[in-house]
C-alpha cells in the first residue's frame, strides 16, 4: 500500500503544476502533450518573424489549439521586421485557432507605434478584430506623453489607433508653461463664447 501511494505521488505532482485549470476529467485534457521550462520560442509567419517570446514555463495540450505560459515576456514584429510591441505578464492563455490572446497578473504592454504604455491584471486581444479590451471593473493604466490615466472597462482598437473606457477615468496631463498659458486662454474664450 505504502509503495502505491509513493507511485501516485508524482502523478498528482503533474496534475497539480499545471496552469490549464478546468472541470474536465479527461487525461488529454489536464496533462500537457508538451510542456517546456525557461525556454524561447520565435514564430514566423511567410517567412519572416512575428514574434519571440520567452517562458518560465509553456504547455500545448493533444488536439487543442490552446496554450498557457507562466513569466511570459514577448517581443511581436509588423509587416516591416519593425518592432510593434513589447511586453510581459504572469500568465498567458493563448488559443492560435480562434487568434485570442489573454493576459494576467502584473501585465505591462509597450506600443512603438503609438509611443505608449499599457499597464493591467487582465487584458484579451483578438488579433481578428485587433481588439484590445480589459475586464469590466479591471483597472488599466494608460501613459503616453505627459499624460497618465488610470480607469475600468478600458478597450482599444489597432485599426482606429483610439482607446476608451466605459468607467470612472482618473489622471494627469503635465504640460509646459507655454501649452499652459495657451490652454489658459483658449478656455477663457471658450468661457466667454459659452456666455
Given at each position: 500500500?505504502?509503495?502505491?501511494?509513493?507511485?501516485?505521488?508524482?502523478?498528482?505532482?503533474?496534475?497539480?503544476?499545471?496552469?490549464?485549470?478546468?472541470?474536465?476529467?479527461?487525461?488529454?485534457?489536464?496533462?500537457?502533450?508538451?510542456?517546456?521550462?525557461?525556454?524561447?520560442?520565435?514564430?514566423?509567419?511567410?517567412?519572416?518573424?512575428?514574434?519571440?517570446?520567452?517562458?518560465?514555463?509553456?504547455?500545448?495540450?493533444?488536439?487543442?489549439?490552446?496554450?498557457?505560459?507562466?513569466?511570459?515576456?514577448?517581443?511581436?514584429?509588423?509587416?516591416?521586421?519593425?518592432?510593434?510591441?513589447?511586453?510581459?505578464?504572469?500568465?498567458?492563455?493563448?488559443?492560435?485557432?480562434?487568434?485570442?490572446y489573454e493576459l494576467f497578473s502584473g501585465i505591462e504592454l509597450y506600443n512603438y507605434s503609438?509611443?505608449?504604455?499599457?499597464?493591467?491584471?487582465?487584458?484579451?486581444?483578438?488579433?481578428?478584430?485587433?481588439?484590445?479590451?480589459?475586464?469590466?471593473?479591471?483597472?488599466?493604466?494608460?501613459?503616453?506623453?505627459?499624460?497618465?490615466?488610470?480607469?475600468?472597462?478600458?478597450?482599444?482598437?489597432?485599426?482606429?489607433?483610439?482607446?476608451?473606457?466605459?468607467?470612472?477615468?482618473?489622471?494627469?496631463?503635465?504640460?509646459?508653461?507655454?501649452?499652459?498659458?495657451?490652454?489658459?486662454?483658449?478656455?477663457?474664450?471658450?468661457e466667454g463664447r459659452a456666455e
Amino acid at each position: 500500500m505504502k509503495k502505491i501511494g509513493l507511485l501516485s505521488l508524482p502523478a498528482l505532482l503533474l496534475l497539480s503544476c499545471s496552469l490549464k485549470y478546468s472541470d474536465t476529467a479527461d487525461v488529454d485534457d489536464i496533462v500537457p502533450e508538451l510542456s517546456f521550462t525557461n525556454t524561447t520560442i520565435t514564430r514566423y509567419e511567410d517567412d519572416r518573424v512575428t514574434v519571440e517570446m520567452s517562458a518560465d514555463s509553456l504547455e500545448q495540450y493533444k488536439d487543442s489549439s490552446e496554450s498557457y505560459a507562466k513569466n511570459l515576456s514577448f517581443t511581436a514584429y509588423d509587416s516591416d521586421n519593425e518592432i510593434s510591441t513589447k511586453g510581459s505578464c504572469g500568465y498567458l492563455f493563448a488559443d492560435t485557432s480562434k487568434e485570442l490572446y489573454e493576459l494576467f497578473s502584473g501585465i505591462e504592454l509597450y506600443n512603438y507605434s503609438d509611443k505608449t504604455n499599457f499597464f493591467a491584471d487582465i487584458l484579451r486581444w483578438n488579433k481578428k478584430t485587433e481588439q484590445l479590451t480589459s475586464a469590466v471593473n479591471s483597472t488599466v493604466r494608460v501613459e503616453k506623453d505627459d499624460t497618465v490615466m488610470e480607469g475600468k472597462g478600458f478597450a482599444a482598437s489597432g485599426i482606429s489607433k483610439t482607446f476608451s473606457f466605459s468607467g470612472g477615468v482618473t489622471g494627469d496631463i503635465d504640460t509646459s508653461d507655454n501649452k499652459s498659458e495657451n490652454a489658459d486662454e483658449e478656455s477663457d474664450d471658450a468661457e466667454g463664447r459659452a456666455e
